[in-house]
């Protein structure tokens, strides 16, 4: 038994267990909980509204370039994570790109803090890599399919997506930024319990407007290619080129503070560039732009964390909250979040044969 896709909505009479658990959003949170739950193998579905997985974890082509404009790297500062981490090393998904950045100042010799990574082929790559493990497991992923329609209908969920699939499950685990699960669940009429709603309610992201540019010649950056100030408006820019990932030409990536983000996020693109272009004089030296894109995030990082890991209600029908405003700021939060659903999950449906989960 499985998460079915085009389950015509009504039906039942699925087998009692093992639970039939649909993952909303392939983003990292997605992934790992995913990925540690292979025995679930083809009881499980994701899905996931984007062209490919990775969620925030996304890798842009512009021209023959590419460029990093979500996540740019990751660190790693538990052991949870390490162990995941040092097997991507050995498959060769990944690579230590630095250990601190510098701010652009003449002294660059800061300590060395955690080694950031990045991923061969951008971090959307490393991503498609998990995705790759989590199908072999068993595990159906479905990309370009946005949920619009949820119900819950004798215990179960009923999920349809924009694009006319159908899918029913015994857990839902939500791991898009919490605004707009909620918004998805109110839309539909569908209420959680007052604890959890309110629990959620107080979780919050800052936006990030994101340029990309594409320079007919390098930028000038220290090294190793980007440059981080974080009381800047702009807060980050690096060069994918010299970072490893687009090899045939010099697109930077630029990213603006939350405040500056969030003041000028419904100006027109024009406006955008227009106001960031001018924080690069020096980065951009004697480069000429000879492309621009704009990307707008509207849940970058999340600002007031949920206390836990996840979420877990039973109401209106068992559902999980997870991603990177439980575990934490950033991709390993994110993924410590579906580390964390996955072990409760096990432990869960091992003491319980009957399509729920117990409460957390
Ligand atoms: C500009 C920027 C820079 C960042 N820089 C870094 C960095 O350098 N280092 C770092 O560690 N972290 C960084 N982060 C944060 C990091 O990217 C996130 O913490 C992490 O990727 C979040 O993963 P997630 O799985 O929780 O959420 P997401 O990646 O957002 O995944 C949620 C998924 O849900 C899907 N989804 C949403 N709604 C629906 C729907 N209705 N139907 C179907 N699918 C849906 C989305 O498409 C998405 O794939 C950055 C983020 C941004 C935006």
């Known amino acids: 038994m499985m998460t079915r896709e085009e389950e015509p909505p009504g039906r039942t009479g699925f087998p009692a267990s093992p639970a039939r658990i649909a993952i909303l959003g392939a983003g990292i949170c997605g992934l790992m909980t995913a990925l540690a739950l292979p025995e679930h193998g083809t009881h499980l579905t994701l899905i996931d509204k984007g062209r490919s997985v990775g969620g925030r974890m996304a890798t842009r082509r512009m021209g023959d370039g590419w460029a990093d404009h979500g996540a740019q790297f990751f660190t790693v500062r538990t052991t949870e994570f390490a162990d995941y981490v040092e097997e991507w090393r050995l498959n060769g998904w990944i690579f230590e790109w630095a250990t601190h950045w510098s701010d652009g100042s003449i002294d660059i010799h800061k300590p060395a803090g955690y080694t950031r990574f990045a991923a061969y082929g951008g971090m959307n790559a490393l991503a498609g890599h998990i995705a790759d493990e989590v199908r072999e497991a068993g595990a159906h992923i479905y990309t370009g399919q946005r949920i619009t329609a949820l119900s819950v209908e004798a215990g179960q969920w009923r999920l349809a997506t924009e694009q006319g699939k159908h899918f029913t499950c015994d857990i839902l685990v939500a791991t898009p930024p919490v605004p707009q699960t909620l ?74 503070n939350p405040d500056f983000s969030a003041q000028h996020y419904q100006m027109d693109d024009d406006a955008i560039v227009a106001r960031l272009l001018p924080e690069l004089t020096t980065v951009l030296g004697k480069a000429t732009v000879q492309a621009i894109e704009v990307k707008r995030w509207r849940y970058a990082l999340p600002t007031q964390l949920h206390p836990q890991r996840f979420l877990f209600t039973n109401t209106p029908a068992p559902i999980y909250f997870g991603g990177d405003a439980f575990g934490g700021p950033r991709v390993e939060g994110a993924a410590l979040s579906g580390l964390a659903i996955a072990a409760h999950l096990r432990q869960s449906l091992r003491h319980d044969q009957n399509r729920t989960v117990g409460e957390a």
């Open 183 to 256: 918004a998805l669940l109110e839309t539909n009429g569908l209420h959680l319990d007052p604890e959890s709603e309110n629990a959620l309610r107080a979780v919050t992201y800052a936006p990030c407007l994101c340029l990309l540019l594409r320079l007919d010649t390098p930028p000038d950056l220290p090294h190793p290619g980007a440059r981080q100030t974080p009381d800047g408006i702009v807060t980050w820019v690096a060069d994918n080129h010299r970072k490893g990932i687009s090899p045939h030409a010099h697109i930077v990536t630029v990213h603006a």
